[in-house]
């Protein structure tokens, strides 16, 4: 069985769009090399959509070890260029996938604090 509690649909107009754990979520198909990769299927919407829309990884034709080993590269501080010559991809590729990961990274943000509980003074004052 699948847990796809932290998916949420990604078709803006589906009425069930960005909430996680509401059980109309399903796996419809498997693809990718070696079948590691799921499509999904909203039961509200009848949309399908890739696990990985909406995330660096999404439509990446690097390995997934290349390509986490980039982003943790990026993550300790080494620069585009020292990121690529270590990874071994060309620095265009390093740069996509930090510009990528930076705007799901503002997104996610983005989604924890508009969620996160108030500061109990500046609810108070």
Avoid: W
């Amino acid at each position: 069985m699948d847990d796809l509690s932290r998916f949420c649909c990604q078709r803006p107009a589906c009425p069930l769009y960005g909430r996680r754990g509401q059980g109309n979520l399903t796996v419809c198909a498997r693809y990718g090399v070696g079948q590691q990769h799921r499509l999904l299927y909203c039961r509200a919407c009848k949309y399908r959509f890739s696990e990985h829309k909406a995330t660096p990884l999404f439509n990446s034709r690097l390995p997934r070890d290349k390509l986490l080993a980039a982003l943790r590269h990026l993550a300790d501080g080494c620069g585009i260029r020292q990121t690529a010559r270590l990874v071994g991809v060309d620095k265009d590729t390093v740069g996509r996938l930090a510009r990528a990961a930076g705007a799901h990274a503002q997104r996610l943000h983005d989604e924890l604090v508009a969620f996160s509980p108030r500061d109990a003074q500046g609810a108070a004052g």
